[in-house]
């Protein structure tokens, strides 16, 4: 944390200072007011629309509380368009929720808390999180301050870490690390669960599993019998969880782990790789995991596979539709990137996911994600 930026601040008619931390890379705020208890939500609220960081010495409880009431007063905000969100087109939707959703991020971060240099937090009735920031963080080195939302966010995901994300369909446990996607929506895994091997598979029993994030596939694969499999990730994180969990699975002696963009050195079989489903530009890393500007990630592994394919090995594209439903890209523009890989579909296996989200009417993308299908397209050289 010693290259970190430094935050600037007066208090008590002195200039201060400390580190600044943020997991999304922004620069430490201009504008920073000390606030305590004593301070209304409405006041907040206001400050931090107008860009003021607001950097707590009260509570730790009530600046919980005043976050939610931060959180409130956007979400009961009306919408500028008299136009009523279910007449607008689904691309044009999906934009405006976007755009909603970084600004409301943007104004619960301005809700900033101090740590001393073990982590602890120099508030009243603050939790220890200590053993949290430091699986995530590493060791401190100085005094710090970051917001609140995202210290929330990482006891959130030290909890979930240690409590693990059942997989039905593999009937396995994964732990995913701060900062790795979950694999929350366990349609496509069981996609690659059943979908019928490259027949290559029963002379060379090798795979690599492009972008692996929490190992996932590369279990799955692995409980398939495949004797060797490749996993990458250029995301130093996501190699370190993929480890993780496949070694408490007991199946890393099947697996080697590669720090790359996308593909490995040499060939296999059959290549499997889940990219994130969206072209769209990611406002944070974990959203890495879901937005793909341009597609990048898509197009890359698609013509990568022509290299490094053995002869009658096949690529397994697993990929949602939701980029189609949400009218950011046409099926016959994903089968012309197909086409121009020098590739063809063998065949594409369809199913339905079946997240909250399918059945929740008030979620401004709804039509789209009803409408939603994942497929694994089996993909071979022409």
Known sequence: MSANPVIHWCEADAEKSALWHCEKGLPPPQWVQVIDDRISADTAYRLACEGTALLWRGDFQNAKLLLQAMARRIDKKKPASKQPPTTLPLAEAFHRYRLAQSQRARTLEKLL???????AMPLRRAPDVRDACLEVYGPCTGPFIASLRELLGLIGAYEWRKKGIGIPPLDITIHP??????????????LAAQAPPPKLLAEQSIAFDIGTGTGVLAAALALRGIQRIVA???DPRALVCARDNL?????????ELVQADLFPAGQAALIVCNPPWIPARPSSPLEHAIFDPESRMLRGF?????????????????LSDLAEQLGLRTREQLLQMIEAAGLKVLSRIDTKPHHPRVSDVSDPLHAARAAESTSLWRLAVK
């Open 113 to 119: 808390i101090p740590f001393d240099s073990d982590y």
């Open 177 to 190: 690390h701060y900062g790795v996607f979950a694999p929350v929506r366990s349609e496509y895994i069981k």
């Open 232 to 234: 990458t990730d250029q």
């Open 247 to 255: 070694t408490r699975l007991n199946l890393i002696q099947q697996v």
């Open 302 to 318: 698609l013509h990568g596979l022509s290299t490094h394919l053995l002869p009658e090995g096949e690529g397994w594209l697993i």
